[in-house]
């Protein structure tokens, strides 16, 4: 079901994305750690549209798990979130942009059969602020420091291993634009 949800949101921002000459199509890396417990990495793709605040208003998806961090290799819980997110970015045409985002998704532990009776799903809403450094290639690099709404406190039914901080980082290309 995951795969499904990925590849039908990756379709829909390409297919938006399509015969737009000044719009923003961001894919990349998202490296992501709770603080106090795992890290978890995955994909990122944000599109801004030419038309609706061009470069500033970008609406995204993320995928990111523990599979591809700490629980590569090891036994660590694997989970994996899925997050739609809504951004704003200041100081247009500047190198250095200062930005803010809010994000809703889900998140699903895999906890090994001893601990099956725990909660185990979650939905996520979050938000996160932070800072991207845009190169003068399609090259962008953001680092963001942000607080899960929706976080495990051993008695309110949400997965004990969803924390409330996080920090971030995401390294993407615009692939509608050719470096100079």
């Known amino acids: ?30 490296l992501q750690k709770d603080i106090g417990l795992y890290n978890e990495n995955g994909i990122a793709v944000s599109y801004s549209n030419k038309n609706h605040a061009p470069d500033r208003l970008y609406f ?17 819980i694997k989970q994996d979130n899925i997050l739609l ?29 001893l601990f099956s009776i ?10 996160d602020e932070g800072v991207s450094f845009e190169t003068h290639t399609p090259l962008k690099i953001a680092a963001s420091l942000g607080y899960n709404f929706i976080y495990g406190q051993g008695n309110n039914n949400v997965p004990g291993t969803l ?12 692939i509608l634009k050719h470096g100079k």
Request: with cysteine.
């Open 163 to 174: 924390y409330p901080l996080f920090y971030q980082l995401s390294l993407s290309w615009n």
């Open 118 to 127: 725990l909660p185990h799903r979650s939905l996520l809403l979050s938000t």
């Open 1 to 30: 079901m995951l795969n499904h949800i990925f590849l039908s949101a990756v379709l829909t921002v390409i297919t938006c994305a399509a015969n737009a000459q000044s719009s923003v199509l961001d894919v990349g890396a998202r």
């Open 60 to 76: 995204g998806f993320s995928y990111f798990t523990s599979r591809l961090g700490t629980a590569l290799n090891s036994n660590a």
């Open 85 to 113: 997110s809504s951004a704003y970015y200041f100081r247009h045409n500047h190198t250095i942009r200062p930005f803010t985002r809010l994000n809703a998704g889900y998140f699903v532990s895999d906890y090994p059969a």
